[in-house]
């Protein structure tokens, strides 16, 4: 029940990859490591979600609040590799159509 | 008198505790035979609830408790969630829960106050009660014999 997070830093690309659990007790560390490089004008942030087997809202809470900030700083936001379950979260609560979830990249200034 | 298994589980309300809880439940649907779809709705759900107590029901000085009780019977669980701090504004909390909507813009999106949404559409009944502290009761059914039920309804006991 915890999360391991690490960070590929490539020229112009963050990759985020995660594993574990995303609630309330990780969400914190998840914030602490994501949110600053989402500041970074021009970074694509890739977060591959593949081994995250398990998330709520307060996980889709720090991911919206990541995508503002992307927004704010002129970064670029993808979610790639969704579980099924997670995916139908995003579904639900209707961000499925403001986070970019597919897992072909674009350019950020296309 | 229909007969039922009730367990009762107290934690501190911090946030270490919320994974714990949720192997709970998991293990009490597991035995009843749901699914593991279902399971995964249940956790969801409970970890909603709870995570609401952990963050709104008690100041940083208290050393907040939330109570967990399940309510096993033949063709259901009853999962009661239950915390005895401060209570919260119902009307104002469920004015912000809800599915995105695409054309707001990024700016104004919210970044909490959806966990009652999920309890709502993944669970089959949902009540809250708002007397003293706040009881979030809630109700998932085996097999769908729930299905005739409303399905997306919160209402609201006093």
């Known amino acids: 029940m915890n999360l391991q997070i690490q960070i590929d830093e490539k020229t112009n690309k963050s990759i985020v990859h995660l594993s574990g659990e995303i609630d309330v007790y990780t969400a914190p560390k998840l914030k602490d490591a994501l949110l600053p490089i989402t500041e970074i004008k021009g970074r694509i942030i890739e977060v591959d979600l593949e081994h995250v087997n398990y998330m709520d809202s307060t996980g889709l809470g720090v991911f919206v609040n990541a995508l503002k900030l992307s927004k704010e700083h002129e970064s670029k936001l993808l979610l790639v590799n969704l579980h099924e379950r997670v995916l139908r979260l995003f579904q639900i609560t209707g961000l499925h159509k403001i986070i970019d979830l597919n897992t072909t990249i674009r350019g950020v200034n296309e | ?158």
């Open chain 2, 1 to 158: 008198m229909e007969s039922f298994d009730f367990i009762e589980m107290s934690f501190p309300a911090k946030p270490e505790y919320v994974g714990v809880i949720r192997l709970s439940v998991s293990g009490i649907a597991n035995r009843m035979g749901f699914s593991y779809e279902e399971i995964e709705d249940l956790k969801i759900s409970i970890s909603e609830a709870v995570t609401n107590v952990v963050n709104h029901a008690y100041s940083e000085k208290e050393n907040g408790v939330v109570t967990i009780g399940f309510g096993v019977y033949e063709e259901r669980l009853e999962i009661m969630v239950a915390d005895h701090g401060g209570s919260f504004n119902l009307n104002e909390v469920k004015a912000k829960i809800g599915p995105y909507d695409s054309n707001e813009s990024v700016e104004n999106l919210r970044e909490g106050g959806f966990g009652l949404f999920l309890i709502n559409t993944l669970m089959d009944k949902v009540e809250i009660n708002n007397n003293s502290g706040v009881i979030v009761l809630m109700t998932k059914y085996l097999e769908k014999l729930g299905v005739e039920l409303n399905d997306d309804h919160v209402s609201t006991g006093q």
